[in-house]
Structure formats: structure tokens, C-alpha cells
């Protein structure tokens, strides 16, 4: 449906996109992970005609948009990284500009803007002006400007940064829900591991300007098949466990938390023999040692050497 | 185009302060610069001569004088008085002459010594015309005065000199230059803080979301634009309106033409604004960068004084890129100098080329850049 072929990005020296290669199908939710500055906003206005790349080219439905972008436009819904709306507006005005600069005019956008407002959960306060809003209420109508005119693609770029969990839970279910009652493909970009493991059916990983990685949830996951994520717990550690564990050569990509410590290790390895006997040299007296389920969180680790937060 | 002019009208209409500060504060700089309300205060002009001279023609004429205030004193404290610079110069009244005492040369020094010379004349003229009249009766020499003066104040033909430029001289009232002046500058603000928006939906993408709708991009300009030029072409009618009407000066008859006037400069104001948003990469440097410039603007360009008391060649020259210069030379040429409105098409083309310069080059900027 929509694909980036062989994409890059230069803004002067710098390279924001290098060589992206990226497809989406109707209907499928689509994860675009990474840390800030990885070139997820980037990537996204390339595929939705707001930039033009350097090189490579986006197709849609088969057909280059670069130079011709206006079917693409049509049917795509874009809902920014920042709060894109009037302060100073209602809800209700708000919603009613943005419809209307999609051509919708009288019932019509009257209807629209109704339904559009109770799906996002602010039909009762149509008539509040955004500067009024929380950040979450901000949020749910930045969405909700971007579905007047029933977009087939919705790209969302970090649509819940810096709200509350419970208006990040009704916006990832608003998400779900557009999806499986409309089939509304959605491209979802975040730096959040669970919410793109909640929404995504696949996933793109994206580091430093290039794509790392990408397959469906199980299939990244694998890339950690042979490693597992061990948790050791204890009400203290001192120096020497530290350090011992750190010089231990099986182990890798540790991290030290007050009572907690995580690391990786090969399956192959019996680590549980190797912790008690270094915690006994040590006097360190270990409350806990749990195997745990490989996340994104850690296949992005193994890849890049850093957290997704860093 | 006309939802985005609505949407900032709205704006607007809930929260007018800016509009309101700016406007306010042109109107009260105005008034307080400007000396209104103050009355038609007088120079004070110390004078020394015979008692009996005090009620004589010159006294009566030196006391009906509506210029100056001529004070009489005794000859120590009018040098006294210039002395001490509280007088730029005195007037020492005998009979048959005068003598002029100055402490500071100054224009006025002459005006005054006009104005002296002036009442002499009329009293030797008077003088004359009776000692070769026939008049023998108080009552028709009075007459004959009286037609004297009458043929004085509406002569049979006047001979008037008027020159719009003149290196050597200028005319200058200060309530109406302190009302241009501040009326120019503080409309600078008015109209960055309109086009500033431009920038601010930039970043935050409800250009993006605009630029994906079947809105054209001229059109995402222009109606900022046009709003832009709407409010700050409204404070300048605002301004112009309450000195007209509730201060009431008459601008020589010229207040429709002070408004078209303004039609150039508010053009060429609102396409520097741009040229200035495309410039900066986010509010905190346009914030830094809009009171340098207007205030530099203001200074050069002679809103806080007359540019012909500027020396430096530089600074002239620089003057000659700025439109508040041209603002005030057509707002001074039309009102001050009494020029045709059509011999003011120097400064106004000057100001619509200058809009269509910084508009292609800003807009130009600002798309090179994806500000």
C-alpha cells in the first residue's frame, strides 16, 4: 500500500534517514521504534509527503508520490508530535477548522465533528477552550483533528508523550478500536516499548538514522533466542559483587539498579551455580534470581548497546 | 483562507491585550511625549526696558504676543536669567529700538528677534502712515489704523513659500511628531507578534496538517497575512482616530489621507515581519531580535527624534533601508509640509517595493529553511 524505497535524508551534513527501507499494509498497525533524535519524525513526514528525501523514493499504491503526492494526501490523517491545534479555540471550534479546510462545510461537518468528538471521549466539553484542557484531553483532540475526514493511513508521531497513564490507556484503545472496527492503518511511532508491543502488529526499530531491525513482535524477540535476560535481586550490593560480575566474561550488557541488577547471558550458561558462589565470596545475600521474558526493551539493548530512553 | 482569517479573528476577540497594551501605549506615549493637553505653553522670554515702555504699543503688542511670553524684569535679573541658561535670550526695549541679549544661539534666538523686529516695524509703519495722512481726529486716526490693520490681515494677495526638503532648515511640531513616531514604532510589534504565529504553528505542525489538506500553500499565507495587515492597519485607525476625534487635532484636513498613507507602510511592516520570522529559528530568538530591530528602526529612522538632527552618514544611509523613514517622511510631508498626496509617491512606492522584497525573500527563507 505505502513504501519507502532505499530512503535518505540530509539536512546538510547530517544524515537523518540513511537508506530506509519500510512498507505498510491496509488495515495493520505499524511500529516505529526508537530514541528521541533516532529519525522516527523524519522517516514519518517522508512517508507522509511533508519532506522530500535526499534520495530513494515512496510509493503509493505502486505510484511515486514525491512529485505528485495528492492521492496520497486524501487519505492520510497526520497527527504531529506537538499539540497542533488553536489554544484559544473551543474543542468544538477547533475541530470545525480543521474540518473545514477538508472542504467540509454545514451538516455535514457538524455531524462529523460530533462523532469524531465522542469517539475521543470530549463530546462534553466541545465548548472549553484547549488552554483549559489537560494534556491528555489535548492529546485525545490532536487525534481527533487528524480522523474529520476518515483517513485511510493515520501516521502518529509519539502521540502520548508526557500525559497521564490513564489518557495513554484511552488513547491506545482508541487507537485499537479505529483499527479493528474501520481497518484504519495506523503508523505508530514511539519511544515507549509497551505501547508499540500493545498496538503493533509489526515492528521497525530504528537507531541513529538507520533501521536495525524489523518483523513482527515474535520475530524480533527471536533475535534474542539465544540469550536470556536475568534478574538478580538483594537489599544491598557492595563493590566486589559488582565488580566480579562485571569482569565475568559470559556475562554481558549489565545493569545496576539500588536492589536490582539485570544482565544477559548466553542459554547455554549455568549462571544460578555462579551467582551463589559469588555471592557467598562476597557476603552478599541475594533475595531473588528470575529468568525474565525477553521484551523489546531488551532486543533493542542487544542492538544498540543503550536503553530506548537514553 | 477564509477559515484561517476567522480562526485568528477569534483569536482575537478572546484575547485582545497584546493589541490593547500596544495600542494603549502609543496613544500615552503620544500624549505624554507629545506635551498634549499641556496647552499652548509659551517661551518664556525675559524683556527690560522703561516702565512707561510696558504700556506703550511695544508693551501691548510684546504682551498680546501668542508665541512667546515676554516676562519683564529689571536689567541685573534678565542677565541673571540668561546667565543661568533658563533663557536662551532677552530683550533690551527702548523706544526706538531694541537690543537682543542671547545666551545661547539657537533657532529661536532669531524667531524671537523676528518677532521683536516685526512689532517695531508695525509701530514705525503705524507711525508713518499717520504723519502723511490727513487724519486730525483721534477718531479717524483710529480708523485709519484700524483699516491698516485690517489690510495686514487679509492682504489683497499673499506670497507663500513652501519647500518639502531643505538642508538648512525644518519644521517640526512636536505633538504630531511624537504621534507619527510612536504610532510607527509600536505597530511594529503589533504586526510581528501576528506574523510570529507562522512560526509557532510550524513547529507545532498545524502547517503539516495544512500542507496534507486541499488548502494550497499561498493560501496558508496570504490569509496570515491579510489578518496580519487587518490588525495592525486597525491599530493605526484606532491611534489616528482618537487624535482626531477625542484630542482633536485636525491634521490640516489631511486625516483620510494620513490613513491611506499608512496602507504602504503597514505593507511593507508586515512583509519585514516575515522576512524577521524566517530568520529565527524559535520564539526565544524572535523575542531577542524584535526589540533590537524596532527600536534600532525607530531611532534611525526618526520616531523618537527628527532624522534631520542625525549627522552621522552612516546612520543616514542606513535610514534609507528603513520603512519607518519613509513612514514618517510621508506622514511629515503630508501633514507637516502640506504636500500633495502625489508628490509623496517617492516614499510610498519606496515602501511597497521594500514589502514585496523582504515578503519574496522571507517566504523564500522560510521554505528553504522548513521553519
Redesign the interface.
Known sequence: MLELIDVSKKFKQNAAVKSMNMFIEKGEIVGLLGPNGAGKSTAISILSSLVEPTSGDVKYQQKSIIKNPVALRKIIGIVPQEIALYEDLTAEENMKFFGRIYRLKGEKLNMKVQEVLEQIGLSDRRKDMVKTFSGGMKRRLNIGVAMLHDPEILVMDEPTVGIDPQSRHYILQTVKRLNQERQMTVLYTSHYMEEVEFLCDRIYIMDKGSLIASGTKDEIKRILASENTISVKADYWNDAFIEKLKANPVIHQMNVEEKEITFVVSREVNIFTKLAKLAEETNVSLNAVDVKNVTLEDVFLHLTGRALRD | M??II??RF??FI??PWLFALFTGMSIIFALIIGNFGAGNEKVTVPVYGDEALQTDTIGTALAENEVYNFKWMKKEELEETIRRGNAEAGVSIEEDGYEMIVGIESPNVQLIEQTVAAIYTDKIQAANLLAVSDAQTEAEKEELLAAFQHAKEEPVFEITNQSFHSSETFLFDNGLHSLFGFTLFFVIYTICYNVLPILI?K????W????????KKWEMYIANLIYSFFEGYLQVVIIFTVFRFIVGMDFQGKFPAILLIMIPYVFAIVSLAIFLTALVKNTQQFNAALPIVSVSMAMIGGAFWPIEIVQSEFLLALSKINPLTYGMEALNGLVIYNTPLDQLLMPISILLLMGVIFMGVGIHLMERR?V
Do not use: W
Open positions: 477564509r477559515g476567522l480562526a477569534t483569536s478572546r484575547n504553528e513547529k507545532a505542525g498545524v503539516d496538517r495544512m500542507i496534507l489538506s486541499p488548502m522548513h
